[in-house]
Every structure is written in C-alpha cells, then in structure tokens.
C-alpha cells in the first residue's frame, strides 16, 4: 500500500506541470494624455458705492464688486494669486467763465489724475488769455491745482495742461482777460478699503485658498500698490473659485458735487 500511495502523488506532480505549461502572459501598456489648459479671470465690470450729498463733514460710503472669479485648469500645481489696484477717485467740474464773453467756447476735458489733490483735495484748473486773437493765434495762460503757473501758451482746438486734463478752444476771436476755470476733486485710494470676501469653489478644493486681509490700498502714484484678493497655495487651486470683495471709501467734508470715478484693474498670476 506504501508504494502504490507513492506513485499516485508522482503522476499527480508531473500531470500538474504539464498543465501550467500550456499558461502564457503578455503585458500592454495603455496612456492617457491630458493638455494643460488656462489660468483665466473675470470680474464684474462695474461697481458702484452708494451715493452721498455733499456734508460739511467727511463720510463714508461702501459697495460691493459682484463677483471675481478664477478659474485654474493648467494642471500644473502652480499656485496663483489674485491681485486689484485702484486709482484715486475724482471728479472735474463744469467749465465756468469769469470774465469775458465767449462763455461756450472754451471746455476742459479729460479725467483728473488726483495727484495735485491728494493733499488738499479741492484745486481749480484757470485759464486767462493773455494776447487776443483767433485759435492758433491766441496766446493763454494757466494755473494747475497746485497754484503752478505756466505762461505764453499759444491756444489750439486741444491742449494738455496737467493731471490728465486738457482745454479745448473753439471757433472765436479771444480778448485779453478773457478767463475760465474748473474745480477738480479727489477722494484718494489711500481712503478705500478693500474687505476681500470668503472664497466659494464652483469646483474644486477649498483647501489652500485663501481670501487676503482688509485693508487701505498704498502708494503714491496715479495707481496704488496691488492689494491681495485671493491666493492659492503650491498644489492647490485646482478648479472654479468666487468672491465678492466689499468696498469702502472715505468722503471728505466740502467736496465737489457730481460723479467720482477711479479705475480699478484686477490680475491673476
């Protein structure tokens, strides 16, 4: 019986490996490419603050950007950030004419930058022809809203001043003395708050991203220095994220009357 047992485990180890070699394997490597695509921003294209009336003491009004929104689909892990600046808030007033009779021939146009405001917001652009004569012929003076004074300046259908603003002369035959002015009015940046808003991802981790901190824009140039709205982290900011920074500018007391603008320019990089 001893025997017999031991021949059947034999035929039974040799039956097996004649069965596995009859087992064969090939491998197949498969890919999947996938193109980096873009970093890309909107925002709203307008934001409006809340109208005030002119006070003998300072104000301050507030507002909202509606959405800015970022959406990151590189695939490279870059991290980003999201940055705004501002320009000063001002205003130029309606031509006047003080002295003379060619009260609708002469304009100021342009956007003031501020600059000469920032200090003592109020200032007033004057111009008083100096020799008579025809546009082209016709020679002015003008003083900035710092009280420069320029001379000898011969007048033409456009001609810059300072500050972003230009006078514009039309058809007629100027006398000296003939005089006119405009007030300008800033409300600087260094006034307006900006209160980045929480972050929401349409898509998208949360993780890594984060809003910036409240606070004054800097500087000391026709535009601020860049305020921080969002950032994400290395690895992070995968997806579609929004915000809605909130807004808050300082008023001073005995301004101009009308419509205050500032530019505002607002990246991701």
Partial sequence: MKK???????FGLFSLAGWLGFI???TTNMDLSMGAGTLSLT????????????ST????????????????TRGSGA???????SQHFTATGTTKTLAGSNSTTVDFTGKYDGLDGVLDPNGTFLV???????????IFKWTDPAGNLTSNVTTSASVVLSNGISVTFGVATYVIGDKWSAGVDVFPYTGFTI??????????SLTGVTAGIAEALAGSGVTSDAKTLITAAVNNGFGDYDQAPSLSLTIHANSL???????ATITVS
């Fill in 4 to 10: 017999i047992f031991v021949l059947i485990l034999i």
């Fill in 24 to 26: 064969e394997a090939a």
């Fill in 43 to 54: 925002s709203s294209g307008t934001a409006s603050l809340i109208g005030k009336t002119v």
């Fill in 57 to 72: 003491s300072s104000q301050n009004s507030t507002g909202t950007i509606a959405n800015v929104s970022v959406t990151d």
């Fill in 79 to 85: 991290g980003w950030s999201v940055v705004m600046t």
């Fill in 128 to 138: 008083e022809i100096t020799t008579g004569g025809s546009v082209g012929t016709a």
């Fill in 195 to 204: 209160t980045p808003g929480s972050v929401t991802a349409a898509s998208g």
């Fill in 257 to 263: 009357a009308g419509s205050f603008t500032a530019d």
